[in-house]
């Protein structure tokens, strides 16, 4: 039997070794940990808790693990810095976000865990509410038979983070806006907070709210339409903030006359698109308003008071806001029909590694003919007109000087001159209810005196007195036209009337202002809808609280 010496063996294992491994790498023959699907069930407001898979080397057992743990780099304005705001902060494509932002932008990495756990647990600052990166890998215990055994690599980097309550995490907001034919209030609600909710004030709501914590830090309202100097403030004073702002504007009443060029490229800078092409429209002209005649045919073209509703941050860009127009058409007596009114709401959620809100789920309303260029089709709400009264095309004249559609505004304000003419009470009589044949005999109306009744004595204190229109004799009774309340202010004065200039309890213009069963004065409804009893409580709250 041939006895082989162990020093001959010794001697020959690195050519067998070569044979056997050929490509034999100490990196190649671990199999490094992989850190386990991050889960928020799994951090706190003061700890994160990360875990990992088991690392394997075929030729050693597993000494420890070491985990490293970088945090972001610099203040949260920086992270925002590096993506596009013109992209509005969301449509990232998806290589972006495997890369972004970047390692140059985080800490340097710290060992923050070396044993053979494969759970750790950082704890950190309460309320900081921000990422931290992870990666782990495995080292052998020792080397054997002369191989060394080292550390794997790196597993891939783990973004974990804490959380904040589900208050501050997702913030639900609503704007609106309305304008002077669709009379409500003007409302800014920021979970389920309410910061501004008037009806008495006329031009823009600005509020400007903080995106590292969606705190409000500017509410004021701005008369930009009777009031050029109050629109260069306002352009000016959104100047002052920069991307770490959010800028919100509702309308309330009217805001078109007097938002000049200054106020346009400001709202455009921070993402505004409709809101220049009306200022465009309307602002720094000549504004023709007749009651009686129209000579330029353009009043009702040149309509104010669209309900305007706007979220947008300083730099993002011409139309990467987001922002809500919506037709300047009012209500007539209808209650069961919605006034207009620009809504936007949506979610602001708290990004974790930039450390600021950002805004996604957002929907804002908006006219089909400001969202499309297609104005509203004839018979319909806001083009009432009948179809067989629609002009015919014309090829010989510019389509640019034809005006798309005629808004149609329906409130009593707009309609009450017609509304007194075509139901009888032009002065001195107002002639009964009768019915004329072809023969032209005339016979009166055989309903119940109960239902003689015109649209205007609905709103207008009951019936009025019918005279017998051969003779003049009085054939119903009921009120005169001299007797009714406030005759003077419901036919002329009311063009006038706001909250300011009507006095205590409105008795300057009328003593019947807003009171029930009297729908011609009603707030929101009658003939200077902004006349409310409520406003005076508010105003007198508001006074109180300044005394």
């Known amino acids: 039997m041939r006895v082989v010496h162990p020093a001959l063996v010794l001697a020959t294992w690195p050519v067998a070794w070569g044979a056997y491994f050929p490509s034999y790498n100490i ?120 191989l060394p055994t080292g550390c794997s690599a790196w597993s891939p980097v783990q973004t974990a ?45 600005l509020a400007v709210f903080r995106r590292l914590d969606f705190s409000l830090q500017w509410l004021r309202t701005y008369d930009t339409h009777r009031n050029r100097s109050e629109a260069l403030l306002m352009a000016e004073h959104i100047r002052f903030y920069n991307a770490s702002f959010l800028i919100v504007v509702a309308s309330t009443i ?36 007749s009651n009686s005649s ?14 305007y509703a706007f979220i947008g941050i300083p730099g993002i860009g011409t139309a990467m806001g987001w922002e809500s127009l919506m037709y300047n058409t009012g209500h007539y007596l209808a209650r069961s029909v919605k006034t207009q009114q620009a ?68 409130t009593l304000r707009e ?39 015109t649209e205007l004595e609905r709103v207008w204190g009951g019936h009025s007195m019918r005279f017998w229109y051969h003779n003049g004799t009085v054939l119903n009774d009921g009120v005169r036209s001299v007797d009714r309340s406030c005759p003077m202010f419901i036919k002329h004065n009311h063009l006038f009337a706001d909250p300011l200039s009507c006095g205590v309890n409105f008795e300057d213009c009328c003593d019947r202002v807003d009171v029930p069963d009297f729908p011609v004065t009603e707030c929101g409804v009658g003939v200077s809808p902004t006349l409310c009893r409520t406003v005076e409580l508010i105003q007198d709250d508001l006074c109180e609280v300044a005394l």
């Open 27 to 146: 990196e190649e023959t671990w199999h490094p940990p992989l850190m386990q699907p991050w889960d928020m069930l799994r951090a706190v407001a003061g700890s994160i808790t990360v875990t990992w898979t088991p690392g394997w080397n075929p030729w050693c057992a597993v000494d420890r693990y070491e985990l490293e743990v970088r945090r972001p780099l610099g203040p949260p304005m920086r992270f925002a810095d590096l993506e596009s705001l013109r992209y509005r902060e969301t449509d990232i494509d998806q290589q972006e976000i495997e890369t972004w932002p970047g390692g140059g932008n985080w800490d340097l990495w710290e060992t923050s865990y070396v044993g053979v756990g494969r759970a750790y647990t950082l704890w950190v600052p309460k309320h900081t509410a921000h990422a931290a990166q992870f990666r782990v890998r495995a080292c052998g215990s020792s080397a054997r038979m002369g």
């Open 161 to 205: 983070y804490t959380v904040l309550s589900a208050a501050q995490e997702k913030v639900n907001f609503m704007v609106r806006g309305m304008g002077m034919n669709a009379p409500d209030y003007t409302h800014i609600e920021v979970n389920r907070q309410v910061i501004y909710r008037r009806r008495d004030e006329t031009g823009l709501v």
């Open 415 to 453: 309609h009450i001159t017609k509304v007194l003419e075509a139901n009888g009470t032009v002065m001195p009589y107002n002639f009964a209810f009768y019915l004329q044949t072809d023969a032209k005999v005339r016979k009166v109306d055989p309903r119940p005196r109960s239902w003689w009744v």
């Open 254 to 289: 009217a805001w078109e006359w007097q938002a000049p060029r200054t106020l346009v490229q400001t709202m455009e800078f921070c993402g505004a698109y409709h809101f220049g092409q009306w200022a465009y429209t309307f602002a720094e002209q000549v504004h023709y308003r």
């Open 294 to 307: 129209d000579l330029q045919q353009t009043a009702s073209q040149e309509q104010f008071g669209h309900p």
């Open 343 to 410: 809504i936007i709401r949506g979610v602001a959620y708290y990004d974790y590694v930039a450390r600021l809100y950002r805004l996604h789920d957002v929907t804002a309303t908006k006219a089909t003919f400001f969202l499309k260029g297609q104005p509203p089709l004839p018979e319909t709400f806001h083009n009432p007109i009948p179809s067989r009264k629609k002009a015919a095309l014309d090829f010989f004249t510019l389509a640019s000087m034809e005006p798309a559609y005629v808004p149609y505004i329906g």
